[in-house]
């Protein structure tokens, strides 16, 4: 599988997966939304400023982002390990901004709580009839 084709993948699943590492050295996985956008390496997702997830990433910026999509017979699972930044400058905050989120983030897309993760991959997993291919990203 190349790079453009696991992109492809990836921008077509509606949930993801991110591990951040805690204070103990422990693995701690979430489920996510959709990436907002995807550009290049750069997959951004939004989140709450206050989540452990934010405090894991400040003090270890190391994480995993996980993609799948189960078939009737066929599982494919994209794992792309990589680093993140935390993003709170309004003119990132404005990019990954949508209508609907001020449901969530009641201030609007100025909210403090509000913030955008950019997860930039370094190398991916594609796993896929029991084989697994390894891409440098």
């Excluded at 995807?38 to 997830?53: A, E, Q, R």
């Amino acid at each position: 599988m190349t790079k453009e084709q696991i992109y492809s993948f990836i921008a077509k699943q509606k949930t993801a997966f991110i591990s951040s590492v805690d204070g103990n050295g422990y693995p701690c996985t979430r489920a996510m939304v959709a990436p907002r956008k995807i550009d290049g390496n750069d997959i951004y997702f939004t989140t709450n400023t206050s989540s452990h997830k934010v405090e894991h990433f400040t003090q270890n910026g190391k994480a995993c982002v996980y993609f799948f999509k189960r078939g009737k017979i066929k599982y494919q699972g994209v794992m792309i390990k990589g680093n993140v930044e935390i993003c709170t400058d309004q003119p990132t905050k404005d990019m990954i901004w949508r209508f609907g989120d001020k449901f969530i983030y009641k201030k609007g897309v100025t909210d403090p709580d509000y913030c955008v993760l950019k997860f930039t991959g370094i190398e991916a997993e594609y796993y896929c009839d029991l084989k697994i291919e390894t891409v440098e990203l």
